[in-house]
């Protein structure tokens, strides 16, 4: 069984009230929440959260409410520990799952078989698993009085396809056994696996361009954001 697990606290300074913010006609939460419900892996959905305003628009799109105490809602609080809050309650209520999800609102541009094959992995070999997208960049960083490059030589450059595979986290699915979270107090450990997404649904919302950049993409690859559906050329 895997339970689906949706943070989303209030006070969000970026953009004011932004997982309810409305992306597509719905609010943004609705998206990942109807995405988690349209997948086989996903026996239930629940949204952690200490906002008023979040719990009556994810009870209104399906999902259970876990209320997060005030000590765990705040800017600087982990993500795992809404996690491990959350699934105490679950256990305390007699719901314990064998793989736990992590689906962030602010990743909407995510397809139900992109949770489905996440779990997979974790049902599979995998203790923990992530989606991530493929990144062929050339990283540099400041040392000092002069950058350096951190992943090739400039006098060496290499073609695309000769780069050796790399994966960029994009922040919006992550499934793990619970025994990891308890164990390492992190949402990943163990044997680690990777599912890739698109880059072009690979973007996150932190501010209101954010929004309006992926609601254009969206547009452009006839993606069904509610519905998780990707269509057109993507």
């Excluded at 895997?2 to 606290?9: K, N, S, W």
């Excluded at 959905?45 to 200490?50: A, C, E, G, I, N």
């Excluded at 072009?200 to 954001?225: H, K, N, Q, Y």
């Amino acid at each position: 069984m895997a339970v689906a697990l949706v943070p989303a606290r209030g006070g969000s300074k970026g953009i004011p009230g932004k997982n309810v913010t409305p992306f597509l006609g719905s609010p943004l939460i609705a998206h990942t929440i109807a995405q988690a419900d349209a997948a086989d892996a996903i026996e239930s959905t629940y949204v952690s959260t200490d906002d008023d305003e979040i719990a009556d628009a994810s009870r209104e799109a399906g999902a259970g409410v876990i209320d997060r105490p005030e000590s765990i809602a705040g800017d600087r609080s982990p993500t795992e520990a809404a996690l491990a809050h959350a699934l105490e309650v679950l256990e305390n209520d007699g719901v314990e799952p064998e793989v736990a999800v992590l689906l962030q609102c602010t990743s909407p541009l995510r397809r139900p078989a992109d949770i489905d094959a996440t779990v997979d992995l974790v049902e599979g070999e995998y203790d923990s698993a992530l989606s991530a997208c493929a990144d062929h960049s050339f990283f540099w960083e400041q040392e000092g009085e002069s950058a350096r490059p951190v992943n090739y030589d400039p006098a060496d450059r290499p073609m695309r396809q000769e780069m050796a595979d790399r994966y960029r986290e994009n922040g919006s699915i992550y499934a793990f056994e619970p025994a990891v979270l308890q164990e390492e107090s992190a949402r990943l450990g163990g044997r680690v696996g990777i599912h890739e997404m698109p880059e072009l649904l690979s973007f996150e919302v932190d501010t209101p361009e954010d929004l309006t950049l992926l609601e254009a993409i969206a547009e452009a690859i006839g993606f069904e954001a509610t519905a998780g559906e990707l269509g057109g050329r993507a």
